[in-house]
Nanobody, 123 residues
Framework: QVQLVESGGGLVQAGGSLRLSCAAS????????MGWFRQAPGKEREFVAA????????YSADSVKGRFTISRDNAKNTVDLQMNSLKSEDTAVYYC????????????????WGQGTQVTVSS
């Protein structure tokens, strides 16, 4: 059983930056593909970015490509999401997720989820 705890959310002005972090415990972190998802009010949860077990493969949604960067530290059991040039449409609850399989893009493919952290971008 893997526990995931996100941190780093908050309120930021458009054009600003935030760095989200997710700390994992209770499992072998390096065995999991890690992903970030987000969910805005009234919308479905959507894929943001994913990183493979050894960080050799990284994928980002088109909507965040060039602005958001996912990274992981297997020694510290953490996965981060650096968010730059934030836009009002990035406002959502952001979730960290772990999948005990090769890289995946669908929320249903992930086995463990954090509680989420709110990111609000004011225009």
């Amino acid at each position: 059983q893997v526990q995931l705890v996100e941190s780093g959310g908050g309120l930021v002005q458009a054009g600003g930056s935030l760095r989200l972090s997710c700390a994992a415990s209770g499992g072998t972190f390096s065995s999991y593909t890690m992903g970030w998802f987000r969910q805005a009010p009234g919308k479905e949860r959507e894929f943001v970015a994913a990183i493979s077990r050894n960080a050799g493969n990284i994928y980002s949604a088109d909507s965040v490509k060039g602005r958001f960067t996912i990274s992981r530290d297997n020694a510290k059991n953490t996965v981060d999401l650096q968010m730059n040039s934030l836009k009002s449409e990035d406002t959502a609850v952001y979730y960290c997720a772990a999948a005990y399989k090769s890289i995946r893009f669908g929320a249903r493919e992930y086995d463990y989820w954090g509680q989420g952290t709110q990111v609000t971008v004011s225009s």
